[in-house]
């Protein structure tokens, strides 16, 4: 079973819909992140996490929520969709450990297309 | 601040052929680098990572780095690429004692047959 699975893989929606997508991690890890990816733009961050407690805005938050329900469960919401949040989105997970670098594992991504 | 720049957006190779797809970096500290890579419809899997140790890093796949600091590079290497190389592929930067990763803009490699 992999390690970090998204839910739903693909989905389609229609301008000003809520959509939420899910992270789900077995690794044991603190922290989680969502990050969005879009052509020749690499890897932006738009939350992350180092607890369940702790939630953080990344570089571009705006239009987007989180919810960190458990270690191991990070959720990413839409409130309200618009045709510009059509990307590929990609949770990740790190666990910073005395003397080793954040290193992060990636989900599969989900895509994510607004009408 | 940190900053990568992933030099060619698309690499075309021969099969059997040596692959280089190149990543500058600027860090005001000492920097951890990594190179991650992108198959299609995948997720983004780590091919190898720099921590201040080896300047010549090994990873995964017969892929190798090496940390030029006076050149403030990062270069990706294969001496021989394969079908299976052809994928996207991230240069990232972070900083010592950080989360955050920055991502290159990412390299296209595409191998012919």
């Known amino acids: 079973d992999a390690d970090v699975t998204q839910t739903p893989r693909n989905r389609i929606t229609k301008t000003g819909k809520r959509i939420m997508l899910e992270c789900s991690q077995t690794?044991?890890?603190?922290?989680m992140y969502w990050y969005r990816q879009d052509p020749g733009l690499g890897l932006r961050l738009i939350y992350y996490s180092f607890d369940v407690k702790d939630i953080n805005k990344g570089e571009i938050s705006d239009g987007y929520s989180v919810s960190r329900q458990a270690q191991a469960k990070f959720s990413l919401s839409l409130e309200s969709a618009i045709p510009n949040q059509t990307a590929l989105y990609f949770c990740?997970?790190?666990?910073?450990?005395?003397?080793?670098?954040?290193?992060?594992?990636f989900g599969p991504g989900t895509r994510l297309t607004v009408l | 601040a940190q900053s990568v720049t992933q030099l060619d957006s698309h690499v075309s190779v021969s099969e059997g052929t040596p692959v280089l797809l190149r990543c500058n970096y600027s860090?005001?500290?000492?920097?951890?680098l990594f190179w991650y890579v992108q198959h299609p419809n995948k997720g983004l899997q780590l091919l190898l990572k720099?921590?201040?140790?080896?300047?010549l890093v090994k990873g995964i796949n017969g892929f190798e780095a090496e940390f030029k600091k006076s050149e403030t590079s990062f270069h990706l290497t294969k001496p021989s690429a394969h079908m299976s190389d052809a994928a996207e592929y991230f240069c990232v930067v972070i900083s010592s004692g950080t989360y955050k990763y920055i991502f290159g803009t990412g390299t296209r490699l595409k191998v012919l047959a």
């Open positions: 990740a997970t790190s666990d910073l450990t005395s003397g080793s670098v954040d290193t992060q594992y």
């Open positions: 860090s005001s500290y000492s920097p951890s």
């Open positions: 690794k044991g890890h603190d922290r």
């Open positions: 720099y921590t201040s140790a080896a300047t």
